[in-house]
C-alpha cells in the first residue's frame, strides 16, 4: 500500500510502498478514502525534519533539553547513540481521516466491514491508503456526511475540546484569536452554541472566509482593534477568548488579556509562546487561563488510547471518541460547515505539491488541504 512517509534526517518526503498494518485486540483496519493535512501542525513538523541540525534543536529546544538530561542519566556515548537512532527513523504524518472499515478486532463488536468511519491519532490515522486505528480513536460517519467532511473530525474534536473549556453559555461574546483551519472551526462551534462570536487573524483571507461565515472579524493590526472590540462587547469586554493562533511570540497572550472581561477566561489551543504578563491587565482583572489538551480526556492515555478502555459515561461525559461523534453529529446537521475551508485536493502520488503549498514553497491561499 502506499504511504506518506518523511525521513526525519534529510527532510525528504516520499509515497512509498509500505506493508499493511496489521491489527490486534481493540484494533480496526480502514481503507482511507480522504485525510486532511493540518497545515499548522505538519507545517511544523516538516520543517523540524527539513532542518540542519543546528536548526532542528533551535526549533525544538525542548528535545535539546531531554539529550542534556540524558547525557547525564547515560553519558554522552549512550545519548549519541539514541539521538542517531532517532534521526534515522522514518515519520508517517496525518492524525485526521476517513474511510472504510476492512475488518475489526475491536472489544465491543461496534465496527463492520462495510462502516464509514472518522479516525484520529498520530501514527494512526496516517496518510496512507490502509491505517489501523485504536476502538478508541474512530467514530462511525452519519450517511449524510461524506468522506472528504469527515476528514476534519480530528481537527473538529480539537477545536469542540477546547470550546468546551470556555464552557460558553447562550448570548456570551467570545474571541477567537487565530483564523486558520482550527480557528474557523472554533467560531462557527461557538456560533452554533449561540454565542456571538468574533476573530481575530493578520491574514485579509482568513479574515474574509470567517466573514462569509458571519463571524465578525478584523486585523490583528489594524489601529482600531481595542475601540472595535469595545463596540462588539458594549465596552465590558469578552467572555471569554479562545487562542487557536500559532505563534512565535506572546501577542495573542497580551491582547488577549485586555480584551477579556473582568473574571473573564483565556483558552488557549494553539501553540503560542506561553509568556503571560502580571500586569496591567491579568492581575487587576482576576483573569483565568486555561490549556485545552488536543481532542479531549483520553489523550496521552495508553490505557485509553492503545488498550481501549474507555471511561464511565456518567463521570466523563465528553472523551475524544464521545467529542469525534458530536462534531460528525454537527456536520449531519448542518451547524458546521467545512466544505467552504476545503481548498485544495491532492491524491496520495501528489502529496509533495500539496506539501510546497503548506511550507510556502508554491505559495498561494489554502487552508484544508485533503489528499
Known sequence: MKQLIQNFKTGELDVLEVPLPAIYDGMVLVENRFSLISSGTEKSTVKVGQANLYGKAKQRPDLVAQVIQNIKKEGLSATFNKVKTKLDTLKALGYS??????????????????????????????????????????????????????????????????????????????????????????????????????????????????????????????????????????GYGFDSVIITAAAQTNDPIVIATEITRKKGKIIVVGTAKMDIPREPFFFKKELELKISCSYGPGRYDVNYEEYGNDYPYAYVRWTEQRNMEAFLDMLSRGLVNVKPLISHSFDIEKSEEAYEIVLGKNPQPHIGILL
Do not use: M
Open 97 to 234: 481521516s476517513a474511510g472504510v472499515v476492512l475488518s475489526s478486532l475491536d472489544k465491543n463488536g461496534s465496527f463492520q466491514p462495510g462502516d464509514r468511519v472518522a479516525c484520529a491519532g498520530q501514527d494512526y490515522a496516517s496518510h496512507a491508503e490502509i491505517v489501523a486505528i485504536p476502538q478508541n480513536l474512530i467514530a462511525k460517519i452519519p450517511e449524510n456526511v461524506s468522506f472528504e467532511e469527515a476528514a476534519f473530525t480530528t481537527l473538529g474534536a480539537i477545536a469542540l475540546q477546547g470550546v468546551r473549556q470556555a464552557e460558553p453559555r447562550l448570548g456570551e461574546k467570545v474571541c477567537v484569536i487565530g483564523l486558520g483551519l482550527l480557528g474557523q472551526l472554533t467560531a462557527q462551534l461557538l456560533k452554533a452554541n449561540g454565542c456571538l462570536v468574533f476573530g481575530i487573524d493578520l491574514s485579509e483571507d482568513l479574515i474574509s472566509l470567517a466573514k462569509a461565515s458571519e463571524i465578525q472579524a478584523i486585523n490583528r493590526n489594524d489601529a482600531g482593534l481595542i475601540n472595535v472590540c469595545e463596540k462588539f462587547t458594549n
